[in-house]
């Protein structure tokens, strides 16, 4: 295969990965891809809604990290659990609490993705150190994100999904990373 042939199926294929995301304001209104602030990311083949983190101390910026607690297994506050901009209770439940306050995107409903509903962000054809589109998610760290799925028989682990290599690992709740929410969408968008 030359060279240009397998630049531009490239370039077909990685663009594919796009072609259905749209830009979301804070106020929940779909914006031109070319808008350079937004709040979400609609994906309107799975038709969920993403949080888009930034770059801005605060609740949602993307140096943030937390340990995963769902209220009754995890870990709350933890040794890890000090690395939010509110410095206690750093865990998955209190963030989901926190956005979902908020209003973000005027939704109520965020949560933490599945782990197959988080690895349809990967992108493995783009340029950028994280696996993903960063003209749609700036700020992504190229390193693990939680997922709301448990290890089966074993409540201490759950799945993270590593935007570094791809696919998926398991860790101790115990232990923080970073976080990205979702919500599923009402409508199909076509």
């Known amino acids: 295969m030359n060279k240009v042939f397998s630049f531009a199926l490239m370039l077909l294929i ?12 804070k ?16 994906d309107g083949d799975s038709n969920l809604y993403w949080e888009v983190k930034s770059a801005k101390e605060g ?11 769902d209220g009754e297994s995890g870990e709350e506050d933890g040794d890890y659990s000090r690395h939010c901009y509110w410095a ?6 209190a963030y989901v609490r926190a956005i979902n306050m908020e209003s973000l995107c005027s939704f ?13 962000l990967v992108d493995y054809y783009g340029d950028a150190d994280a696996l993903i589109d960063v003209a749609f998610f700036p700020n992504t760290q190229a390193d693990t994100y939680w ?8 409540e201490f682990v759950a799945y993270e999904v590593p935007f570094s290599y791809g696919g998926s690992v398991a860790r101790d709740k115990y232990f923080d990373t970073y976080i990205r929410l979702v919500r599923s969408g009402a409508e199909q968008v076509d």
């Open 14 to 25: 990685g663009g594919a990965a796009s072609a259905d995301l749209f830009k979301v304001s």
């Open 27 to 42: 106020k929940g209104e779909t914006l031109e891809s070319d808008k350079t602030k937004w709040a979400c990311v609609l």
């Open 59 to 69: 609740l949602q910026y993307a140096h943030n990290t937390y340990t995963w607690f």
């Open 88 to 93: 206690e209770n750093c865990n998955t439940l």
């Open 108 to 120: 109520t409903d965020w949560r933490l993705p599945s782990v197959d509903e988080l690895k349809t």
């Open 147 to 154: 997922t709301s799925t448990t290890v089966e028989n074993n």
